[in-house]
């Protein structure tokens, strides 16, 4: 193939993809609700899958992916079978379509990039299982189908049953919790021919305000000229007189003159000034018309995002052994490309929320009396003009605040004595905090108490804020406040040592002044007092650690701003507040990615640049900016290095033992290894350990019986103990829960830095 078919084909593949991802997100989307529907509603959702399953092999054959062809046209063949009711709708049979639509998902959006073994592997796996669905079904369409439509609500998953139409084959392997980044984000999107015309209109616009700029500024330089010219002619005169060439009277006519001449120059310039004061303001109008449509065009509705969430659910759920659907309201609402790209993360930990510490399983819910299938809702709504808030709410058993209680104590994060004073209302922002999981054991989904920390983290990115509600046995609620565009937003602008700084409006809680004598000391920190609440006072040029001139004056009060991060509110202490405007942001760029208390920059009027700080870590920085300084060089060097831990391993594998040994003692950690549960329990009577890492499959004595052993033993009933193997349902993280381990990560999902973060925490 010559370079230029090649770079056709890559155009046209491009063009693909974008179309590819529509079509899978109809089906997915479709298949969800296929499950959720009755035999009456059924018909057109098979109807929509079909064709979307038609349009996009004939696609696919178009740009020459056989892959992708073959697996839309056995799809096709079983809801053509579906259509002619030779082939009956069951959760077994979506159990084994939605894998096969997740590989379309991975193939059609990485062209381009060689597949991987695994990769190969999965689609072939998918193929087949569809191939087989079709045989039987071509086999037994004059008998009873083999899969019977199930009305009634269905039974738990097993991660060992088989899909009911693959009956007497092989399972297919249970579906692995999908994400919404198995379809890569398209590079372009498509405008209405609406938007584009009014674009098209204001850019014609501003070439008249281009040539009216223009010739405003021919004027003065006219303007300048005759200045100029009539500065020499003065010269020259004024010479002259002193030559005593003119007479008293020529010299009084000529100062009469020039006063007459410089009013002239006065009135010209005062009309090139209003004249150029309504070209600005004109040129003002268009800018912002074009800025607010171009916003316009990078706009998406919600549903680009929220689509392939009622599958991620789905999977999520059902890994857990549980039921839910995902309701969404408001999905047409338009939010700018670049948030939704940024919620996407959030929501996806929040979706891990709400199946996992949320969603009870169904016979708890029944006897509960409630319907065995939980519900989450998303809703989205705009609010205030420029912002939308989302709230993502579960019906499940609500957050335990005396689990989260004891969890901020054993994680240090709070006092006791604290804990115990704190208020319901006070208790759920806790959950916001990293390191904080009231789950019992960490697996590969949660536990790590990372997840709600990343939420707050991104959404304080985005100049938004969160809050949670909760109430016991009714469900949990989130609700983020995000703006609809990142293009521009409001910020108060400060100068501190004599540079200027632009804070978010939406992070700033109010501006004031403050004197000397309101300042007061609190635990070696200086406090103010707002209303009933003492807050943190800092001088923000020690935060961002500024040299210049301090802008103090003794006994005057000084300019203060009060932000907000979450449920932290700090004071600092500024120069000068100079105002609040609307700023256009820019971005700083790869290089310079994760600048510490700087978000962003903008450009003034004058063209300096301006950093937009980040109120986030701007209120982590203040939180040891006021602290006693490091102890002093004597007793630093006489203090002693912090213990690592001695760690005892239990794997009857010398490969997997080996590798988590040297991983271990890369760590800095004093590592043992034993071939067995039965070795292991004979080391931990005779010699002290920290923590237990074990495999589960094990001869003689198994990881399972190892880990109940040490927990009925009264010296060694607190021993952390981690279980690291290759049994991975939920039925074998259940059971060890049970039998009393700590943490469970399945070997599919291994990473060494979630080993060696589990460890530390339970150190």
Known sequence: MD??????????????????????????????????????????????????????????????????????????????????????????????????????????????????????????????????????????????????????PRASFSAHSAPAACVGSAPPDPPAPRTVAAMAAPDTVRVSTRKLGAILLEAEELVGAKIAARERAAELRALAADLAGWNQRRVGQAARRRRGHEATTAASDLLESEMLYARTLENSLRKVAGAAHQDALSLAAMTDAVLEDTKKMLLLPCSYLLGTL?????????????????LVHGEDIEIDRRVLDELKD?????????????????????????????????????????????????DGAGINTDNVRKAAVRRGLIAADEAAQLAQADVTPLVFRSGLSTSPIVTDLSGRGLGLAIVREKVEKLGGTIAVTSAPGAGTTFCMLVPLSLATFRGVFVEVAGRRFAIPTAS???????????????????????????????????????????????????????????????????????GEQEVLVKRLGQQLARVRNVAGACISGSGAVIPILNVVD???????????????????????????GR?????????????????????????????????????????????????????????????????????LGELPVVLVTALGSQKDREY????????????????????????????
């Open 3 to 152: 370079k230029k078919k090649e770079e056709f084909l890559a155009r046209l593949r491009e063009t693909f993809r974008v179309e590819a991802a529509e079509h899978i997100e109809t089906m997915t989307a479709g298949l969800v609700a296929l499950e959720r529907t009755d035999d009456a509603g059924r018909p057109p959702l098979i109807e929509r899958i079909f064709r979307e399953s038609h349009s996009l092999k004939g696609a696919a054959r178009s740009v020459s992916l056989a892959g992708v062809e073959a697996l839309c046209q056995e799809l096709e063949s079983i809801f053509a079978a579906m259509k002619r009711e030779d082939l009956k709708v069951s959760t077994g049979l979506l159990d084994a379509i939605h894998p096969a639509v997740g590989v379309l998902g991975t193939l059609c959006g990485s062209l381009g990039v060689a597949p991987s073994s695994e990769g190969e592997k999965k689609e072939q796996q998918a193929l087949a299982t569809l191939k087989r669905i079709v045989r039987k079904t071509a086999n037994e369409s004059a008998e009873p189908p083999a899969v019977a439509v199930r009305s009634q």
């Open 310 to 326: 009622p599958a991620v659910l789905r999977d999520l759920a059902r890994d857990q052994g549980k039921e839910a659907d995902l």
């Open 346 to 394: 959030p929501l996806i930990h929040l979706l891990r929320n709400c199946a996992d510490h949320g969603i009870e399983k169904p016979d708890a819910r029944r006897e509960l009396g409630k319907s065995g299938r939980g519900s989450v809702t998303i809703t989205v709504k705009p609010v205030e003009g420029s912002r939308v808030e989302l709230t993502v709410g579960d």
């Open 508 to 578: 700033v809680e109010r501006v004031g002044r403050v004197k000397p004598d309101e300042i007061k000391t609190v635990e070696n920190r200086q406090t103010i007092a707002l209303g009933k609440d003492a807050v943190s006072l800092v001088r923000l040029r020690d935060v961002l650690e500024l040299s210049g001139p301090d802008g103090r004056v003794d006994g005057a009060a000084r300019p203060v701003v009060v932000v907000r991060a979450a449920d932290r509110r700090v004071a600092f202490l500024v120069d000068e507040v100079q």
């Open 618 to 644: 701007l209120v982590e920085s203040a939180s040891t900016a006021g602290a006693p300084g490091p102890i002093d060089a004597a007793k630093a060097h006489d203090t002693v290095p912090e213990r690592r």
């Open 647 to 715: 760690l005892l391993i239990v794997e009857d594998s010398i490969t997997a033992r080996t590798l988590v040994k040297s991983i271990l003692e890369g760590a800095g950690y004093e590592v043992v290894a034993t071939v067995d549960g039965l070795d292991a329990l004979t080391r931990l009577k005779t010699e002290p350990f920290d923590l237990v890492v074990s495999d589960v499959d094990m001869p003689r004595m198994n990881g399972f019986e190892l880990t109940a052993r040490i927990r009925a033993d009264k010296k």
């Open 736 to 763: 060890g829960i049970e039998v009393g381990a700590n943490a469970y990560i399945a070997k599919s999902d291994f990473d060494q830095s979630n080993l060696l973060e589990i460890i530390r925490r339970l150190l």
